[in-house]
Structure formats: C-alpha cells, structure tokens
C-alpha cells in the first residue's frame, strides 16, 4: 500500500544523501542529481522526501486521483481493444510500481518537481510554444513579457521570429525603417538567462523561415560566442529550399514568408546560402536545423485549423502552434529485456505493450492535472497585489494555454534507454540487426499508445476537434491505413483522446536517475578514469596521482551502468567483447544513425531530439551529406555537434587551410576606449581586508580592471553594485580614472582618482590585465592566465583568486573553459562555464564544489 503523501518528517541533507546514495547503489551523480533537482524541500530548506520512494508515492496519489475520476466509464464498450476489454484498473498501488526504481514510466523533470507538492507553484508542462511574434514594438515586448512569466513556472518556451519585418523596412514611427528580426533576439535571450527557475534557468528556443530575407544574420549571429547566450536557434528548412540546393538553383527570400504577393523580395543563390548554414553548423553546432514541411505533413495535429506548427521547444522534438504545451513521460526499454546480456536474452513485447498503454493513459491524466496546475497558478496570479493591467498579459497566457490543452489534449510519450535495450539483446546499435530490433519495438510501442489513446476516445472522449477529414491530409494516418488497418479503422470510427502523441525527447537527468543510456542517443562513454582524493598517510591508500597544490587522489574506472551490469553477467572485464564496442557516440556510423531515427520518426507523431556526434576534423562536406541524407529520409530535423566546436569565435568567412599554412602571429588593435564607459562593482575579501574590483564594461565585455582594498577615500555604500569610470585629466595633464555612481535619489556622486586608494604592485597588475582584455583575448583564457600565474606572495595569490571570481561571471554560460578536461570523468571537451563557475557536462563534476 503506497503511504500517505508528505509525512511531517523532515531531513537534513546528509540524511537525505545517506539514503538516497544507498538506494542508487553509491552513484552520487544520480543521488545529487535526484536531491538538487526533484526532492521536495520546505520554505525553510528541509527535506520532505528521503529518497526517490518518496517522489514516486507522491505522483502515483496524483495520478490516481485522476484515474478514478474516469473509472466508471472505464471497459464498457465491445469496441474496445482487446487488451482495453480485460485490463485491471490503474490503482495508486499499480502506478506506484510503474514508477518505482525509475523502472519502467518515468515522468521528465517537470512532473517530478511540482506534481503533488503543496511548496512551490509550477507547471507540469516541460514544453510550450507562445504564439510568432507580432511585427510591432508592443507585439515584442508582448512576446517578451510571456517568456518571463513562462520561465517562471519551470516551463521551457519556444517562438518564432519569421513574423517580424526584415531590417530597413519601413515603419510608422519616429525611427522610420526597422533594425530586423534578429536584432531584437538579444532582448529574448537576456530575458531568459535573467529569470531564474527553481534553481535552473530557463530554456528558449528561437526559431526562422529559412526564406525570410534576415535569414542570413540569423544564420551567423551565434558564431560570436557572447551572443544570444540564452537561446538555442533553429531554421525552418524548406522542401522548396532544399530541393533548389540539390539542385543548385536560386532561391527567392520574402516577407510576408506566406503571402502571394510579398512585400519583399531577394534571390540568393541556394547552394551559397546553404553552405554558411553548414559552416556555422560545423563551426558551432548552431543553427539546428528543422526540416519544416516534414513537421506539417507528417504530424496528427497541424492540419487542424488553429493547431498549424509554428516553432518547437527549446529541444526540438515538440512542433506546436503558438499558445500550446506538451507533457513528457519516457518508458525506459532496458527493464523490458529479459535476461540481459545473456544468449538466452529477449524483448517482452506482451509486457512493453501494457506498459505503454498504461503509460499513455498516464499521459492523458497528466494534461488534467496540468489543467489543475494552471488553475492554481491563475489563483496565485489573482490573489497577487499587482493591479490587473499588469496581470493581463499573464493571465491571458495561461488561459490561452488551458485552452488549447483542454481542446487538444497534447502528450508525449517517449522512452530511454534504447541503446542499452538493444546491447542487452546482444546487437551492435549501427547494425540492420539493430534496425530491425527497434522496428519490432517502434511498432508494439505504436499499437500500445494509439489502442489506449483510441479506447480513452471511446471511455472519456475524443479530443474537442477531431475530424475523420481532416486527420486523411496527414501522411502519418496514410501511413497507418496502409500499415495499421485495424487501427487506422477504429481510429476513423471512435476518433482518438490525443491530438499527438509521442515523441522522443532528450532525457539527461531521468537517464542519469535511471542508470541508462539517455534517449535513442548510443552510449556516450562506457568507462572513464575518476580521481577522489585521499590521505597518503592512511593505510591501504593507493595515491595515483598528485596535483600542484600536493593534494593527492587515487585514481578507479568508472564503468556506463549497463556495461557493468554486462560485466557482472558475462563475467568478462574486456568491454571491447560487448556489444557496445565501437558503438559510442563518437564512433557510430553516421548514415546508420540517419537510417535509425528515420525508422523511429516513423511510428513517433512529433519529432525526435537527437545529435550525430563527430570528430574534431570532420570536414564541411560530410557535416551537409549527414544533414541533406537525413532530409531525404524523412526526418524531421537533427543536431550534427563537431567535437571541439564552440570553443573559439568564427573571425572570418575564408576558409583557413592550416595544413597549408604555417601557424602567423596577427596583431590587434584595440578599440578606442570612451571617455566614460559602464562598471560592475565585485566585492572579495584578500586575507582579512576587503577588497574590491571595478571592471569597466564596453559593448558588455570587460575592457579594464581596477582592484584594490577600500579604504575611506574609495568605502562604497554596500549596496552599490554598478556605475561608470570616467578617464579625465588632473590639473597637471595627467591622465586619472574616476568612478561614478547615483545614489538612492538620483543624484550623481563622483569619486575622483581612483589610484589613490590601491596598492602600486596590485595596480600595476590590473593595468596588465587590463591591456590583454582590451586586446580580445577570450575571457576563458584570461581567467586561465591570471589562474596560472606564479606569485610567490600569499597575500598576492588571494587578490588574484578574487580578480578570478569577479572576472568569471562575464564568462556566457556554456562556454568551454581553457583547459576543457574533467579531472573527474577524463571527458577532454568535458568543463564548461555556467553561472561563473566550472562544471563538467558529461558527469555535473563543479569546480566550485
């Protein structure tokens, strides 16, 4: 019996990692990941949950609740499925045991945190679209103001921008032509990194029609690593656009995109367009590309009026139109081989048929208590003190998400762990024997989800506008009537529950809580080299490696989960006799990857997130064949991501043939600095003194550095955090820096020569660092010169860990650090920025502890 949801008991933190590090068998990465992102904690930061049990009991009461609210309409027709006629009745216990161990349904992120917990408000929507943005300042600022309040409530968002005019065209008002769609991605992007979510960011996704005549500034914008950090950008490919690449022909940009008398118009040469979509992908990983008209035609839901794809999530697996959202829950398909990695192993399609049915009714409580959440959010907003002009737009959204939620009931359901499936059964992932593995998969997980879905049409109803008309334009119900008769047929009849239904989306964290491989990606690393730092001294202490400082660390394998599991029952150490041996991420054939996802997009009705990893030296030319195959095969959009890339800004449209060419020094020039430029004031204390750092800023990037103890001349008001330095000249025509702040009432307070308060050696120090930021070195590498300087002073070696500090948090986040390696997992690529400290991508090993 599933106990009652939050007992009074709460828990600290090392009770809570004690217990949890005991329930996923000493992986602290999933025991973390499970305390920091999904356990329930109270306003005063004490733990509710002790362990994953706990979550799980929470969420199965919820969906309980909703299950008997339908029970008694529930096997009451003979048209039901066969399997829908005989099927017991999802009780709170038997939700429970899909849940439990993360063994079989899993709920993403969104569900874990909020579903059933009475301390935060938020929704259960891990994916929304708001509607393209309207072509005025006001439609702008409209579309920027749902991003904030989205944000807010754990949602991710995605928009498009084709809507908006290109630039110099003209407008009616004071400034008489516009500066473009793109240049107001910026504004999107910073409202995004600005609006903190439950202790993550939020995610935005911006997306544009490959014909509108900005098409090109939207291309390139992201080659600047300091730009649009916030969002992650995608282009709407064409048929049209792709088939003139093919076919080397021109292609004619316009605006408006769909109108038959553009306002206007630009011929581009498509193969040239195409090949700086290319370089920027290889340079950068961005833009993604969508395949947009296979997004139309092949999805249950876009050809109804009012339902017409316009942008995707932050990930891409979900196209919506603007004002929907979409739930996730993914069926780990490792639990559903039978005595794995054994000669005897085989996929129980009986029991991943009830599994998937059950789970898409799941799916389908989930859009009602995601209508519950709203409602608890409109209350919230209601009882807010903001007058109602400012709660309008707030309000509006989310009626407008409720809306569309109750008329097309969206779900997505998708799974994890499909690479390890498939090892588990013995196959090689880029195989035809994997291929036709997950074919008879795709297909069970198909009859699964559209019998439930059919048999809920039949039990609580269809979705509001099904039309037996409009779902014969799509040619995924075509494909049905040829493939699923029986199906397609019942369909037509009784209708369907769901506009759409499945999807596969990434599943990082629920992968990590599951121990598997994350979505239809291969095994990234099956084993890595770990350090943990012991005592020499101790007995039995195996020291294997000693770092600068003379701290020193043993040194074990950390084996991919399943390998181990591999391990333990073939009794072999030898990974490369797996079948995971020469199937990783950076080893598998890309046009079996291509093949793969473009069997799976067959039977899934949204989209698929997945990413074609690639040497470091792949070549432009394989990067567009992997991207105009994946076209030709029908899928809806896929990530190609170059090793290494990101870690450098693109600086010139020239090919650089370094194989020709002997590496040449080039100089730089600085830009002239103004007289008066803005500072970010950074407090840190050096040894026992405090001490501050004024960093001037020009165009955003630090251009100087100033740092020094405050003493009275230079004692700032604590709460001062920003102001200007202004370069002047003393009576004697000597140059002097001042700084600049307003107080609380507005009035400007100057304070004159900001040399007088700081040490000689420290502001010779600064003026060295100041001239390697204005001359463009990297942040990254600047932080990681200061960082190795070797200064024989402790007092010294404090202020350069603070210039360090204040200097970092300029860094965008996701940027590669200088020295890429994870100490932790041996990831090469692996340590990265986010919010100014180090942390590595593949394993969550932090830097800043």
Known sequence: MVEELFSTQTYKYDEVLKASLKYFNNDELAATTWINKYAVKDKSGNFLELTPNDMHQRMAKEFARVEAKYADRANTSENLSEYGKTREALTEERIFQLFKDFKYSIPQGSVMAALGNDQMIASLSNCVVVPPVYDSYGGILYTDQQLVQLF??????????????????????????????????????????????????????????????????????????????????????????????????????????????????????????????????????????????????????????????????????????????????????????????TENASFNHEKFYKVIYETQRLMDDLVDLELEAVEKILAKINQDDEPDFIKKNEIDTWKLLAENGKNGRRTGLGFTALADAVAALGVKFDTSEAIGVVDKIMQTKFRGEFDSSI???????????????????????????????????????????????????????????????????????????????????????????????????????????????????????????????????????????????????????????????????????????????????????ITVYRDGSRSGILVSSEDKKAKDKEAIFTETFAPKRPKKIDAKIVRFNNDNEKWIAVVGLLHNRPYEIFTGKMEDVFNLPTWVEKGYVIKNRDDDGNSRYDFQFCDKHGYKVTIEGLSRSFNEEYWNYAKLISGVLRHGMPIPYVVDLINNLNLMDENINTWKAGVVRALKQFVPDGTPAADKLCEECGDPEGIHFSEGCLVCKSCGYSKCG
């Open 152 to 341: 807010k409530r754990r949602c991710g968002v995605g928009v498009d921008l084709s809507g908006l005019r290109p630039k110099n065209a003209m407008v009616s008002n004071s400034a008489g032509t516009t500066t473009g769609a793109v240049s107001f991605m910026e504004r999107f992007s910073n409202t995004t990194r600005e609006v903190a979510q439950n202790g993550r960011r939020g995610a935005l996704m911006l997306t544009i029609d490959v014909a509108h005549p900005d098409v090109l500034d939207f291309i390139t914008i992201k080659q600047d690593l300091k730009k649009v950090t916030g969002a992650n950008i995608s282009l709407r490919l064409s048929d049209e656009f792709m088939q003139a690449v093919t076919d080397d022909t021109d292609f004619t940009l316009r605006w408006p995109i769909d109108s038959p008398n553009p306002k206007y118009t630009r011929t581009v040469r498509a193969k040239d367009l195409w090949d700086t979509i290319i370089k920027c992908a290889h340079n950068t990983a961005e833009p993604g590309l969508i395949f947009w008209d296979k997004q139309h035609t092949y999805s249950t839901s876009s050809y109804y009026p009012g339902f017409k794809n316009s942008s995707t999530n932050p990930c891409s697996e979900i196209a919506m139109q603007g004002g929907d959202s979409c739930r996730l829950i993914a069926v780990n398909l490792y639990s559903f081989v039978d005595e794995p990695f």
């Open 455 to 637: 048999d809920m049409a039949i039990t609580r109803e269809p979705f509001k506008v099904f039309d037996p008309e409009i779902e014969e334009k799509s040619d995924f119900v075509q494909m049905m009537k040829r493939e699923f008769p029986e199906i397609y047929g019942r369909m037509m009849q009784h209708g369907r529950r769901n506009i759409s239904i499945s999807t596969v989306a990434p599943t990082g964290s629920l992968s990590m809580l599951a121990q598997t491989s994350s979505g239809i990606e291969p095994v990234f690393m099956l084993a890595y080299t770990r350090r943990r730092k012991v005592n020499p001294s101790e007995k039995n202490a195996k020291v294997a490696f000693v770092d600068d400082t003379g701290d020193a660390f043993e040194e074990f394998t950390v084996y991919h989960p399943k390998v181990k599991t591999w391990m333990d029952a073939t009794g072999k150490d030898d990974i490369n006799l797996s079948a995971y041996a020469g199937a990783t991420a950076s080893e598998i054939n890309w046009q079996k990857r291509v093949e793969m996802q473009a069997l799976v997009q067959k039977y899934t009705t949204h989209s698929i997130s997945s990413t074609i990893n690639l040497a470091k030296d792949v070549s432009l030319e394989k990067v567009s064949d992997i991207y105009v195959e994946s076209w030709k095969k029908g899928l809806k959009g």
